[in-house]
């Protein structure tokens, strides 16, 4: 599901970019320039890097960085009710909150990683 999120947000990106590109007529402006923007390129080119990037590194330095992050982080759960409620922080979400976050909490991840999912 989350691969599906993240083609998707990028697809959607994209289709912002080029609408603004046309609205403002940034396109014939880089045509103009020699520039040849292809936006299907720039969205596979995306999907590379962003799941091509753990496989280079390899499970066991993507699990010692995620708990190098953790640490640093200190994964605070008890904020002041105030910042919880303007969204700088908090506890994870639940429900359709929880299908918007970037990304899963750090615990889960790691522990994705080490079950092999």
Not at 3 to 23: E, G, K, M, P, Y
Not at 100 to 111: D, N, Q, V
């Amino acid at each position: 599901m989350r691969i599906l999120l993240f083609l998707a947000t990028n697809a959607a990106v994209l289709v912002v970019i080029s609408l603004v590109f046309q609205i403002f007529g940034l396109e014939g402006i880089l045509q103009e320039n020699g520039v040849d923007l292809n936006l299907q390129a720039l969205l596979v080119m995306s999907a590379v890097i962003g799941f091509g990037g753990s496989d280079l590194a390899g499970r066991d330095k993507m699990i010692a960085a995620l708990r190098r992050l953790q640490q640093a982080s200190g994964e605070q759960e008890s904020l002041p009710d105030q910042l919880a409620a303007f969204g700088i922080a908090g506890g994870v979400g639940h429900g359709l909150k929880r299908l918007f976050l970037s990304h899963p909490p750090l615990a889960e991840r790691i522990a994705a990683l080490e079950s092999g999912r």
